[in-house]
């Protein structure tokens, strides 16, 4: 018999409010600029969650690797995650800080701020792609 923990229910709903948050922005006609932020977002808030195969899944050339390196990137975002856990007791939330878009190349920066557990913040710029309507990380 399979029972879920409080913290993996919790995990689920979070990703499922991610998910949804980002269907809503892409079907709101926001601009291309808040799409990218967006994406950037619950890529990360999906790796903190525990789901590091939907932050790996969310780079631009992850359609093309093969499965044993997809499984090697998906370990070494799992250590990421527990570094900063040893390191600043974990990343508690992911807020968007700005985005710079550059719309002739179909790219983004987007600037997040890292809500560390013991109080410190770091801006992250993370680089975004456009292909086929869809934002991925570079």
């Not at 949804?20 to 922005?25: E, F, K, S, T």
């Not at 719309?103 to 560390?116: E, G, K, M, P, Q």
Request: with cysteine; hydrophobic share 40%; aromatic share 10%.
């Amino acid at each position: 018999m399979y029972v879920r923990s409080n913290k993996t229910h919790s995990a689920l709903k979070k990703l499922i409010y991610i998910l949804l948050i980002g269907i809503v922005a892409a079907c709101s006609g926001s601009n291309e600029d808040t799409r990218a932020a967006e994406a950037a977002k619950a890529y990360y808030d999906s790796l903190f969650a525990g789901r590091a195969d939907i932050f790996i899944s969310g780079h631009f050339d992850s359609d093309s690797m093969p499965q044993k390196y997809l499984n090697e990137r998906i370990d070494n975002a799992k250590m990421f995650v527990e570094q900063q856990k040893e390191e600043h007791r974990g990343i508690i939330s992911v807020r968007i800080s700005r985005s710079e878009l550059n719309d002739s190349l179909h790219t983004a920066n987007v600037f997040l701020i890292f809500c560390y557990g013991d109080s410190t913040n770091e801006e992250v710029v993370v680089p975004m792609v456009e292909r086929n309507g869809e934002w991925r990380m570079k």
